[in-house]
């Protein structure tokens, strides 16, 4: 299969299939076609991956194909700028239309000889963008058929949802293969396009409001780019990713790299544009998983990743650094404060790309293993958390950590999936934490005065992490208070295919860490650094410093085994907690107090709620990434 | 490495819980001591745990008592780490590790107290965390190293040139040590209003296991102390030892004090010294 | 004797529990605790989990209200356990002895292992106890006299 037709596959297979689910009323023959795209998009990103990079441009037609739907999606922008009042959707919309117009048939500056460029970098996203991806879909099959039968939806908008969902896969892998910057902010914007319409999918008030808002804030990215493509342009007569990335930095140059880099803010929710994705959270679970946590606001880092070679060693790429560190320490402490599940999620995912991004504008060999790295493993477990969630959600129906409380004894595997999924996170020996274990390695390894402040950041960060992450990882496994009987846990098999086969992805990637940083991170810094992380006897080793992975991961088969049989072989009474002796014989958990009245324990979690103020932090981080991104042009224009 | 320093440094790994134990026993007569009393007799905490083990088993949940092994394993893990010259954020993050189980044990029990103190012991981790995480990146930008071997390679004693990791580090031995005025999450005693905090619904053999497993943390991160005069490993011996001490005197001068003043406390000394320190250095040249 | 039984009689870990005395016998338990005659020379600890405690101290008569609880802590305590009943009052009932809410001596709810008379018990009398206690606890106690 050469490359070519996988990539027609990738970009063409999805959009056919999303118009299929649109006009198809069948859930049968949709679940038919959607599974089957899924294992389609899996082998052919994986045929992909195997085969060597290419570039070269499709047929003509193709190019004219896109400048049409370009004019149609902003024209249709336009239009929703006008239904839903927003002259800021309206206004962004037209900065993008005229100046594009322009461009496309005044100065002509359009026409770039290879238009997809296909290279280790692309072929890690596709991985992670159709292998989570799909599985998602899957999950969703089953996830809006329970969620219509909540809201008791008469007539099924399924169809509406699957074209936007399938075909935002589509348009990151047509983004991920694109060399011009044209294709590129096309692809880019026809994900903002998706992120709006799913978000806004239930119609109620909130989600309309929450949607223009990302709708807004993805549009200011887009404009972004459109002025990125003039100062291209500009400086070195194309939009040709590879002639800009090749080209002698000059300031105009620089500038277009700054304002690539306020798009890929947008879009991965950094400071000051994260309020957006906290307000996706009202979509549908499967958009959660896919859009905002696995797949889309990884196009951000991925344009990160693609620029950072030709920005190296400026003010700018430190400027990134810095705007990625005060989000990722922010929202690690912001997540502390928040009880409802996906919020927490949410300000992890804002944090760990921020983290992510910090050693992108760290931009050494170092760092950008340690992005890599990070991108890979957060995107595996973060989508798992969310499908989780998702579960949890609609069974137990309630998105509150409080009425989560004992999951592990109400839904023992459900339960399990998340705690795994949550230990992935931030613990030794799985793969998020090796990432980190790099990213802390490379902080400590640039020069002191950037170094130091962003250190700070990055342990205060990680400190938070392990509290927000282990606090409601035990709060799973409180016993439950009554004797109520166990959940009857009948997962429908879209759940099961779509969870335990990314639980099991993500213990297979983390075990095999040494191998996916030899095959996949390695090829890619090799191109980017002319460096190489190398593995020995399975370890990863950064040369100063090494992780055991295999000698970790025996040692925590060995802690499990061994706590095993002695708990086995020891046994034990259950014993009910000590309550000062008012135990209340009978009734779990329950004590007498004045009175003779009964009570029964309740346990809350944790939210520091005196100590962290949402709204004031939050004021704070918008104007702290105002002043980020006016530093970013700060240090481009002097 | 040979097959003999393999068996050295996995005995001394594994010897941990032992020299935690032994230094247990001294922790409680030199209490004693600066009390004007007799004190227990050295081997006290042996008798303790052997005592506890062989209690009849109670568990709070089926769960607990994998988890409270899997506190002393992986605090073992961690010390296997050290002994075995590999990278101290790594050990940092298997302790956390072990850290988890227990508090997740705790929580594990729905029990006032034990609920309690897990939510203290995440605090705890919390305020220590960062500070040894920054200890740590202070120790590499002086070695060029984050591993004990490193450290070791390096030559010079650390506590000639990062002192102020040192004392950085004296508060997190506090904070985890559960010594006043920082045992806010458990301590060796009963406290009135936490009783016995994270460790309340243990009983037993699990007792045991965590009581071993605390044993093998303070010898472990005893072991990290004294890398800072690695030549001599008496000295380094001497510094832990002294800063062991110092826990004692702490405990013994201060009153159990509240979970905002440990965070505040140990990440502003902490933060503050080593930042003061390194600035320093900079500015000296040596980094 | 083996390590365990030795290790049983050389840690004795107490839960100490007022039934609802003038707390006269409790400031004495208390005082066996202080530097003056330091019962931890003996292993012993304040332990106050009665999921971790050997020894039960009680003091003050059983009544209506705290059987109930005084149970339960006795059913928390794993075994090996022991009890004293510390002062006359947690022996028999002392002065409070046939009052309308008060059931009588400890003994009256849990077994008791070691009596103290006295009013308020010497700290002096507590170690005797708890090293009759311990005696009984390897076996070695004298028997009861009728």
């Known amino acids: 299969m050469n490359p070519e037709t996988l990539i027609a596959v990738n970009v063409g297979l999805p959009a056919v299939v999303a118009l299929a689910s649109l006009v198809l009323n069948d859930k049968r023959m949709r679940t038919g076609i959607v599974s089957l795209t899924s294992l389609v998009l899996i082998v052919s990103s994986i045929l992909l991956y195997l085969g060597g990079g290419v570039e070269f441009s499709p047929a003509p037609v193709i190019g004219t194909v896109v400048l049409a739907l370009d004019f149609a999606l902003l024209g249709y922008f336009l239009y929703v700028g006008y239904r839903s009042r927003s002259p800021l959707v309206l206004g962004l919309a037209l900065l993008q239309l005229v100046p594009v117009a322009y461009f496309e048939f005044v100065l002509k500056g359009a026409h770039v000889e290879n238009v997809i460029a296909v290279d280790g970098l692309s072929t890690l996203l596709t991985l992670i963008i159709n292998i989570v991806g799909s599985v998602v879909c899957i999950y969703a099959l089953s996830y809006m058929e329970e969620h219509e039968h909540h809201l008791h939806l008469e007539r099924s908008r399924q169809g509406r949802f699957f074209f936007y969902l399938v075909l935002l896969l589509g348009a990151m892998n047509g983004l991920v293969y694109s060399n011009s910057l044209y294709w590129l902010y096309f692809f880019w914007e026809v994900t903002t396009l998706c992120c709006f319409e799913l978000i806004r999918h239930d119609g109620t008030e909130e989600a309309e409001a929450n949607a223009v808002t990302a709708l807004w804030m993805g549009l200011v990215g887009g404009v972004g780019f459109v002025a990125a493509m003039f100062a291209g342009y500009g400086a070195v007569h194309s939009i040709a990713l590879t002639d800009l990335m090749a080209a002698q930095g000059s300031q105009l140059l620089l500038a277009g790299f700054a304002l690539m880099a306020l798009a890929a803010f947008t879009k991965s929710a950094q400071f000051p544009f994260h309020s957006w994705l906290l307000g996706a959270m009202v979509a549908p679970t499967p958009v959660s998983a896919l859009l905002h946590s696995s797949t889309m606001v990884n196009a951000g880092v991925y344009m990160l990743l693609r620029i950072a070679p030709a920005i190296k060693g400026t003010p700018l790429s430190y400027v990134i650094a810095l705007g990625g560190a005060v989000t990722f320490v922010v929202t690690s402490f912001l997540a502390i404060r928040q009880s409802v599940s996906k919020r927490v999620l949410a300000y992890s995912t804002i944090g760990n790309l921020g983290l992510i991004i910090l050693c992108i504008g760290l931009n050494t060999g170092l760092s950008y293993t340690a992005a890599l790295t990070l991108l890979f493993f957060h995107s595996v477990a973060k989508g798992l958390l969310f499908m989780g969630a998702g579960v949890v959600e609609n069974k137990v129906g309630s998105r509150n950590i409080e009425d989560w409380e004992g999951l592990l004894g109400r839904m023992p595997l459900t339960g399990m999936v998340m705690i795994i999924g949550m230990v992935s996170m931030f613990l030794p020996p799985f793969g998020m934490l090796i990432g980190k274990w790099v990213a802390v390695d490379a902080v400590a390894s640039t020069p002191l005065i950037i170094g130091l402040p962003l250190v700070v950041m990055v342990v205060l960060g990680s400190a938070a992490t392990t509290f927000y992450y282990a606090k409601w990882l035990g709060f799973l496994t409180i016993l439950p208070n009554s004797l109520e009987k166990r959940k009857d846990e009948n997962l429908e098999t879209p759940y099961r295919v779509s969870l335990y086969g990314l639980l099991g992805l993500n213990i297979l990637v983390s075990v095999g860490a040494a191998l996916v940083v030899d095959d996949v991170v390695n090829p890619i810094l090799a191109a980017a650094y002319q460096q190489a992380v190398t593995t020995p006897g399975y370890s990863i080793d950064l040369g100063f410093t090494a992780f055991p992975v295999w000698p970790l991961w025996a040692a925590l088969l060995a802690v499990i085994l061994i706590g095993s049989t002695v708990a086995r072989s020891k046994g034990g009474a259950l014993s009910p907690p000590y309550l000062g002796g008012e135990n209340v014989a009978g009734k779990p958990v329950t004590f007498m107090t004045t009175a003779d009245s009964e009570v029964a324990v309740e346990v809350s979690g944790v939210y520091l709620a005196p100590q962290i103020d949402e709204a004031s932090i939050d004021r704070l981080a918008v104007g702290a990434g105002i002043l980020i991104m006016a530093l970013m042009f700060l240090v481009v224009i002097t | 490495m040979d097959a003999a320093s393999t068996l050295i440094s996995l005995g001394l790994a594994l010897a941990t819980p032992l020299m935690g134990g ?117 120790v590499f930008l002086v070695t060029g190293s984050f591993t004990v071997q490193g450290v070791l390679d390096y030559g010079k004693p650390l506590l000639l040139v990062i002192p102020a990791a040192l004392v950085a580090l004296q508060l997190v031995l506090v904070v985890e040590m559960k010594k006043s005025p920082f045992d806010v999450s458990g301590s060796g005693h009963a406290h009135q209003e936490l009783v016995r905090g994270v460790y309340t619904e243990l009983s037993g053999y699990t007792m045991a296991l965590v009581e071993v497993g605390h044993w093998a943390k303070v010898a472990t991160t005893l072991m990290i102390l004294s890398l800072f005069w690695a030549p001599n490993p008496l000295i380094g011996a001497a510094v832990a030892l002294a800063m062991f001490f110092v826990s004692l005197v702490v405990d013994n001068s201060y009153p159990r004090l509240t979970w905002q003043r440990m965070l505040r406390t140990t990440w502003a000394f902490g933060f503050a010294l080593i930042l003061l320190n390194l600035a320093a250095l900079a500015l000296g040249g040596v980094i | 004797m083996s390590i365990v039984q030795k290790s049983q009689l050389k840690s004795l870990w107490v839960l100490h529990f007022d039934c609802g005395s003038c707390n006269g016998c409790d400031i004495e338990v208390l005082a066996a605790l202080t530097p003056k005659f330091d019962v931890e020379r003996f292993g012993i600890v304040n332990i106050g989990d009665p999921k971790q405690a050997d020894v039960l101290v009680v003091t003050g008569p059983a009544n209506r209200r705290n059987q109930r609880v005084l149970r339960n802590l006795y059913e928390q305590m794993p075994e090996p356990k022991l009890v004293i009943a510390v002062g006359t009052c ?46 009984k606890l390897a076996g070695k106690a004298p028997k009861e006299e009728e």
């Open chain 3, 90 to 135: 947690a022996s028999t009932g002392g002065v409070f002895y046939n009052c309308p809410n008060v059931l009588g001596g400890v003994d009256k709810v849990i077994p008791v292992d070691v009596y103290i008379p006295g009013c308020a018990v010497r700290p002096e009398q507590i170690i005797d106890a708890v090293v009759l206690a311990l005696d």
């Open chain 2, 22 to 138: 032994v230094l247990a026993g001294f922790d409680r007569k030199l209490t004693a001591r600066m009390q004007e009393r007799v004190g227990p007799p050295l081997l006290q905490p042996f008798y303790d745990v052997i005592k506890l083990w062989a209690k009849k088993p109670m568990i709070a949940s089926s769960l607990q008592p994998v988890l409270a092994f899997g506190y002393l394993g992986f605090a073992l893990v961690a010390a296997g780490m050290v002994t075995f010259r590999q990278d101290l954020l790594l050990v940092l993050f298997v302790t956390a590790l072990a850290d988890v189980c227990l508090t997740v044990a705790a929580l594990n029990a729905k029990s006032p107290y034990s609920y309690l103190g897990a939510r203290r012991e995440f605090l705890s981790m919390l305020s220590y965390e960062p500070v040894m995480l920054l200890a740590y990146v202070s």
